[in-house]
């Protein structure tokens, strides 16, 4: 048994807690709710504040509602279990703390399990603009408030689903090599379309173009930015076009999609599945993002998984 080390602050990338359940391979973790420290909440009060005008603006109704259902405190961090006692009633959705990056398969998973795991960090107070790791911030400010919303939580568990027939499809090739091309391929057009989609998206409305996507949500510069500047480049999404697009992190997108409505978005979902069952996501364009072998093996161990349990199933 160890002897867990409690030490102050939560602040991304310097937080020894997060250091020390890394380092034991604990990935899903408690929220250490008494190591925030008064910067972090600093953080969140800022972060919080200046996003208020920008969300009336530029933020879809659904969000605006959510984040009203969720009674998020305009000065502390979150609680993890005060957020799930108002989420799940509504979605069954529920926030999971992670220590950090999730593999591909395991993050699926837990959509599909209606769960979302979420990083526990947060930026520093001089650092609020912008930061390439996730944070608590973007995760339950620009995240969940979506997740109260019964279509698009639908279509999250709808994408989780994807994932799990992924990992059926391509553990039956039995070339080890086209069995890897053939997955990095079809997790490559699954990051890109949730890139588009859920990170990123862009929806019509009776009052102008809005967003969804919680990169937008959670970003003071490209909410503005995805709405109104001429830069950026915004189509009616169609999969063929999402699915061989890629994108960078480190800059505003210059190329968006806009959906209908959260139900265009599940049915968009479902024609996702039926092209991959079709092997119309096994050639998808090079490019970014990387597929690292963490994201592979996740999707491999799942895939070895349900192998076993067909054969045990068929000698029982």
């Known amino acids: 048994m160890r002897t867990e080390i409690i030490a102050p602050g939560l602040t991304t990338t310097e937080a020894p807690f997060i250091e020390n359940a890394r380092e034991h391979g604990e990935l899903f973790i408690r929220q250490p709710y008494e190591l925030y420290s008064p910067e972090n909440h600093q953080a969140w009060e800022a972060l ?12 879809n109704q659904w969000f605006l509602k959510g984040i009203e259902s969720l009674c998020l405190s305009p000065t502390r961090v979150p609680r993890l279990e005060d957020v799930n006692k108002f989420l799940c009633p509504l979605t069954g959705f529920k926030a999971k703390p992670v220590s950090g990056y999730v593999p591909a398969y395991t993050f699926f998973d837990c959509l599909r399990n209606r769960e979302f795991p979420t990083t526990i960090t947060i930026r520093r107070s001089d650092k609020l603009d912008y930061l390439p790791e996730p944070d608590i911030f973007h995760d339950i400010a620009g995240h969940v408030p979506m997740h109260t919303d019964p279509a698009f939580a639908d279509a999250l568990v709808r994408f989780g689903d994807c994932a799990q027939t992924a990992a059926e499809i391509t553990s ?33 409305s009776h009052h102008g173009m809005k967003a969804y996507g919680s990169g937008l949500l959670s970003s003071y510069g490209e909410l503005e930015h995805c709405i109104e500047s001429p830069e950026v480049q915004r189509y009616p999404i169609q999969l063929e076009w999402v ?74």
Do not use: C
Request: avoid cysteine.
């Open 48 to 59: 919080f504040a200046r996003m208020q005008e920008r969300w009336r603006r530029y933020a």
């Open 243 to 316: 699915i061989n697009q890629s994108f960078e992190i480190d800059h505003y997108q210059p190329v968006l999609f806009y959906v209908e409505s959260f139900e265009h978005l599940f049915e968009l979902v479902g024609e996702l599945e039926r092209w991959m069952k079709n092997g119309e996501l096994s050639n998808v364009a090079p490019g970014e993002p990387a597929i690292n072998d963490e994201d592979l093996n996740s999707f491999f161990a799942r895939g070895s998984a349900t192998s076993s349990e067909a054969t045990k199933g068929g000698t029982e």
């Open 172 to 204: 039956a090739i039995s070339d080890p090599l086209e069995r890897t091309r053939t997955l990095h391929s079809i997790i490559q057009a699954m990051a890109r379309f949730f890139w588009f989609t859920v990170e990123f998206g862009l929806m019509t």
